[in-house]
C-alpha cells in the first residue's frame, strides 16, 4: 500500500505541473531568457528526473505522515501548504535570488511546488486514513 500511495501521490503532482507549466509556458521560458527554439522538447531526462523527483517527495511525504500522521484531511491540506510555503518556496527563492532572475520565476516556480506539495500531502492523507 505504501508504494502504490507514493506512486499516486507522484503522479497526481506530476500531473499538476503538466498542467501549470503548460499554461505558464511563455512566462516561464520569458523569465529564464528562453525561447522556443533554445529548449529541446524531445530530450526525455528532465522529466525523467522530475518525476523520480517527484516520487522522492512524496516517498519522503509519505514516511513523514506514517511516523507522524495528520488527524484528519485538512491537517494534510495544511501540512502540504506548509512544506511547499515554508520550505520548498524559500530553496527556489535563494537559488533565483542568487542567479540574477526575475522574481517572476520565483512566483511560477512556488506555485507549482506549492500546490504540488498539497496534491501529494492530501493524496497521502487520504491513502493512509
Known amino acids: 500500500m505504501g508504494i502504490l500511495t507514493v506512486l ?3 503522479v ?5 505541473g503538466a498542467i501549470w507549466y503548460g499554461v505558464m509556458a511563455k512566462p516561464w521560458m ?8 533554445t529548449i529541446d522538447r524531445k ?11 517527484t516520487v522522492l517527495v512524496a516517498g519522503m511525504m509519505r ?23 515554508f520550505l520548498v518556496v ?3 527563492a535563494t537559488n533565483n535570488g542568487f542567479a ?5 520565476l520565483t512566483l511560477i516556480d512556488g506555485t507549482y511546488a506549492t500546490v504540488g506539495c498539497i ?11
Open 43 to 53: 530530450n526525455p531526462v528532465p522529466y525523467i528526473l522530475s518525476f523520480v523527483a
Open 63 to 85: 514516511h513523514m505522515w506514517y511516523m507522524s500522521p495528520p488527524s484528519d484531511l485538512f491537517g494534510g491540506l495544511v501540512r502540504g501548504i506548509g512544506i511547499g510555503l
Open 100 to 104: 540574477g532572475r526575475p522574481f517572476k
Open 119 to 129: 496534491i501529494m500531502s492530501v493524496v497521502v492523507t487520504l491513502m493512509m486514513a
Open 90 to 92: 524559500p530553496w527556489i
Open 30 to 37: 520569458a523569465a529564464n531568457g528562453l525561447t522556443e527554439e
Open 12 to 16: 497526481a503532482s506530476y500531473i499538476w
Open 8 to 10: 499516486l501521490a507522484a
